[in-house]
């Protein structure tokens, strides 16, 4: 069973920073993902990057606020929140997966971790 291990949630008001950290035991996965849930809306994909070559994508609504890196030697990948918004509330998960034919394909997630942006 893998785990990632996320951290660097909080509360922060507008404007802000945040960086959250996720943890993978391994690196066998092409791609790792952060997704978001904000309370009564659906999980949306926020930013995801390859392991290889460092590529990402992110959500238009986060495009130029926040940037994934990663840190190959720590298996571990970053994502720094900056000028946080109130609408950036929410809790946010790591996802690690592979890219297929198909597309991106996550099938494994982290707990969660929870930004609160206050106005």
């Known amino acids: 069973q893998v785990q990632l291990v996320e951290s660097g949630g909080g509360l922060v008001q507008s404007g802000d920073s945040l960086r959250s950290s996720c943890a993978a035991p391994?690196?066998?996965?092409?791609?790792m993902g952060w997704f978001r849930q904000a309370p009564g809306k659906e999980r949306e994909f926020v930013a995801s990057?390859?392991?290889?070559?460092?590529?990402?994508e992110y959500a238009d609504s986060v495009e130029g606020r926040f940037t994934f890196s990663r840190d190959n030697a720590k298996n571990t990948v970053y994502l720094q929140m900056n000028s946080l918004k109130p609408e950036d509330t929410a809790v946010y998960y790591c996802?690690?997966?592979?890219?297929?034919?198909?597309?991106?394909?996550?099938?494994?997630w982290g707990q969660g971790t929870r930004v609160t942006v206050s106005s």
């Open positions: 996802a690690a997966g592979w890219v297929t034919s198909s597309g991106e394909q996550y099938d494994y």
């Open positions: 391994r690196r066998t996965f092409s791609i």
């Open positions: 990057i390859t392991w290889s070559g460092g590529n990402t």
